[in-house]
């Protein structure tokens, strides 16, 4: 089976590499990346462009397409395929509304009785100020933009001035473009968050594994959010009556939900949850893996995942299990200078093949290739993942491959999968 794995980053470069891994798949990429590129054939695409995408399909053979980021699945890629008569693995523009929309979701959920934090959405400024100022959702509050806003759309407002001042930039001052028209409001919970995913065919859904992103930029989780600085799996938090409950309680009932009102959900769905003292509740969705968390869940896949993806993508997932191996997986991100604001690109990187050598993965993200150099080339550039029996083989090995590489400006947490120690050691 030919595949083709769309987007550049860091979960599309462990998906060429996991796919890879299966018997009798060939693997090639577009845009990738210079990671990529080292094992697999890479086309240049704009990848939110179905056709030139279905081009490059229809000239490789390609028998299935597996879609890595969610713009193009917001500009409905998945739907251009199905006219085609092309297979795809990912929902819908309609399902892709998971993430893409906020107010969806949240209305989504209600109606299918999803447990998830309480809120309002409101379609003018007017509107939100007054819900921020009546209190009814105490202080902190959190104030969401309705659309895609690569992950910097969530305000956690403290007081009523800061709540009124996120407010009026999503609304009225464009901070998010038109994703700020609408907001969501909502009560701010608290606990551990966990990343749950699923992959689906539209009617079944198959648990694939959990994990723990780290998404502050410095170590104990201060500083700004980011795309995610290093993420280890699985959750120790996951117990299996807990796994059992999100299943019933969430998966069961989106999954259920969405082919009821016409929209199934075919893909991987990724379910951010906080564990909450009154049970999980659903933080988010995303209609495509985790970044960094692809990175650590799919080495653990340990049954062949290309005839898994492609039967989801036709519609006829038949497992209802899927082996996860035992051993644990930890990745940390290298970012460079300036990340999360801004970023630095072109300084040169060593150390990547001393870091493989070791044992680990280094997963490319934003890595450019110049005159035989790899050099950065935006603000996440690599994730050194590593496995082990337990967490603190698996940290141990990973911070020993970090340390093998360097560029200037370099930057990276020291304390990616502490957590998991202090749950399971
Ligand atoms: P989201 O983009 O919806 O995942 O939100 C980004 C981050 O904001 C989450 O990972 C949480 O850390 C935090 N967050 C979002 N919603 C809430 C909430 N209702 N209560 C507390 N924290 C939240
Ligand atoms: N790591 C968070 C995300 O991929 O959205």
């Known amino acids: 089976m030919r595949v083709l794995v769309l987007g550049s980053g860091g979960r599309e470069h462990a998906l060429v590499r996991r796919l890879s891994a299966d018997p009798d798949v060939t693997v090639i990429a577009a845009p990738g990346n210079p990671g990529i590129a080292g094992i697999a054939p890479v086309f240049p695409v704009n990848s939110t462009d179905p056709d030139a995408v279905l081009a490059v399909v229809a000239q490789q053979e390609v028998d299935l397409t597996v879609v890595g980021p969610e713009l193009p699945l917001s500009v409905g890629i998945a739907d251009a395929f ?7 693995l990912g929902p819908t523009a309609a399902a892709a509304r998971l993430e893409t929309s906020k107010a969806f979701a949240k209305a989504f959920m209600a109606r299918h009785g999803v447990p998830t934090a309480r809120f309002h959405t409101a379609d003018s400024a007017d509107d939100a100020l007054a819900v921020v100022r009546s209190g009814s959702f ?61 992959l689906s ?24 959010n980011t795309g995610g600085m290093g993420a280890f799996a699985p959750s120790p938090l996951m117990t299996s009556a807990l796994h059992a409950q999100v299943m019933r309680e969430v998966v069961d009932p ?11 959900f075919q893909g991987f769905l990724y379910v951010g949850l906080m564990l909450t003292p009154s049970g999980p509740r659903v ?17 653990r896949i340990a049954d062949p995942l290309t005839p898994l993806l492609a039967a989801a993508a036709r519609g006829s997932l038949e497992a209802s299990t899927c082996a996860l191996a035992d051993d644990v997986q930890v990745g940390v991100v290298i970012a460079s200078r300036g990340y999360p604001e801004s970023s630095e690109s072109g300084q040169p990187i060593r150390g990547i093949a001393e870091a493989e050598a070791m044992g680990t993965s280094v997963i490319h993200a934003g890595t450019a290739e110049h005159g035989g150099q790899v050099v950065t080339n935006g603000g996440r550039v690599l994730t050194v993942v ?30 990616i999968g502490r957590k998991a120690l202090a749950i399971s050691g």
């Open 82 to 88: 199905a006219r085609a008569g092309r297979l795809l």
């Open 138 to 198: 105490g202080f902190p509050v959190v104030i969401k933009a309705d659309g895609l806003a690569a992950g910097k759309g969530v305000v956690i407002a403290t007081s009523l001035p800061d709540a009124e001042e996120a407010v009026l930039a999503a609304m009225t001052g464009n901070r998010f473009g038109s994703a700020g028209n609408r907001v969501v409001i909502e009560e701010c919970l608290t606990g551990p968050e966990v990343s749950f995913f699923v």
């Open 201 to 224: 065919d539209g009617t079944r859904a198959l648990p694939i594994g959990t994990a723990q992103d780290h998404k502050r930029i410095f170590d104990n989780d201060e500083g700004p």
């Open 254 to 264: 989106v999954i259920a939900g969405m082919a009821a009102e016409g929209h199934p």
């Open 283 to 299: 933080i988010e969705f995303n209609v495509r893996l985790g970044d960094p968390e692809a990175q650590v869940i799919l080495p």
């Open 386 to 415: 590593a496995s082990g029996a337990r967490f603190s083989d698996a940290i141990d090995r990973a911070y020993a491959g970090v340390r093998a590489i360097s560029f200037d400006g370099m930057q990276y947490r020291t304390d």
